[in-house]
């Protein structure tokens, strides 16, 4: 039966990707992320300890979540059990507690209980996690992308320690692929790979932090370009084997409104280059042109206003060209009005007399609209006094001085 067990592990180790292969099994081999995990942090400390807390790796894809979860109970000798928030429901939650209960009291080992993605699962299923996580009978260590102050509920975060882990930069990808490239029992160490400095620096680059995006590139790269035990790396293998068809971003994500945020804030700048970045960042993802549009128009009034006018007409049309045409004839619709709402004088006086009244109204007696100012269609209503006293400006040389508020507001100023 062992027997059996070690050569299905055996084969599944050799037919396994690159970026699984090379996962770390030491502290030395784990790269990146030297702010969390490195010698000295509080983290590491602990581990060392054989301590191991209930975690939330929060970070990118191909930033070390679950590398770092499965070194962390390789280290600690600890079961691994690993879950996909997807595919996974309460049955199974209840049964790997059951079997972590047993394990700790007759075998006193302790059992880590990994959940990738656990931002999809819902209350239910993580109210479940939080009297095992409680006692101690697993180790909760969930892996997202989302922000889990949002994702996950308060109850499961007050019982874990949120990791925050960055992207991944360019020399630490660049260190992975070397290590790859190096490494004759689980990489690519038995292959003669010409090129390899240049194609590596080139990978590093357009991985966007994700290590296991660069491995999966490198390992197709080498692939398909072997022939007699060598292979050649240059630009045009590269970039097939990248094929670089996606951008990270998330329309329902945190990332969403990072880049529309920037966008924003870059406008709000007067930058019109960094904001026709965040807008090519935003349209080549795949955001809904509309969606933008939308977005300048507000702005074209929030950040602009009377400052210049014609920055609503812009946005305005904009929207509608937007709308008419659709993506990619609007792209360069849309990145003029955002290089004229960059360049436009700023005011938010605008949305500053109407954060006022907003006020006014909520938290003052909404009077009813003075005599002077109510029309008075019929004859009872003019009998009753509406409408008398209103001086028609038109009938004036002179600015006519008559009072539009109401009684208790008067003299109140919301536009400076």
Known sequence: M????????????????????????????????????????????????????????????????TTLAR???????SVFVEFSAVASGLAEVRKV??????RKKFQRARTILFIDEIHRWNKAQQDALLPAVENGTVILIGATTENPSFEVISALLSRVRVIVLSALTPQNIKTILELALRDKERGLG???VEGAAGALEHISILANGDARLALNVLELAVNSSLQDGAARLDEAV????LQRTHLLYDKGGE????LISALHKSLRGSDADAALYWLGRMLEAGEDPLYIARRLVRFASED???ADPGALVQAVSGFQAAHQIGMPECNVVLAQVVAYLARAAKSNA?????????????????????????????????????????????DYDEPVSQDYLPESLKGRKYLE
């Open 304 to 306: 602009i206003g009377l």
């Open 71 to 77: 070194l962390v109970a390789s280290l600690t000798k």
């Open 255 to 258: 990332e969403h409104y990072n």
């Open 2 to 65: 062992n027997q059996d067990n070690d050569l299905f592990s055996s084969q599944a180790e050799l037919i396994a990707p690159l970026a699984s292969k090379m996962r770390p099994r030491v502290w030395d081999e784990f790269v990146g992320q030297e702010e969390v995990v490195g010698q000295g942090t509080i983290l590491r400390k602990l581990l060392d300890k054989g301590e191991v807390p209930s975690l939330i790796l929060w970070g990118p894809p191909g930033s070390g979540k």
């Open 97 to 102: 507690i059951a079997e972590a209960k047993e």
């Open 350 to 394: 605008l949305y500053t007399a109407y954060g006022k009244v907003k006020e006014d109204v909520q938290q003052t007696i909404n009077e009813g609209v003075p005599l002077n100012l109510r029309n008075a269609p019929t004859k009872l209503l003019k009998n009753i006094g509406y409408g008398k006293g209103y001086k028609y400006n038109p």
């Open 190 to 192: 038995n292959i003669k």
């Open 238 to 241: 590269i970039k097939q084997s």
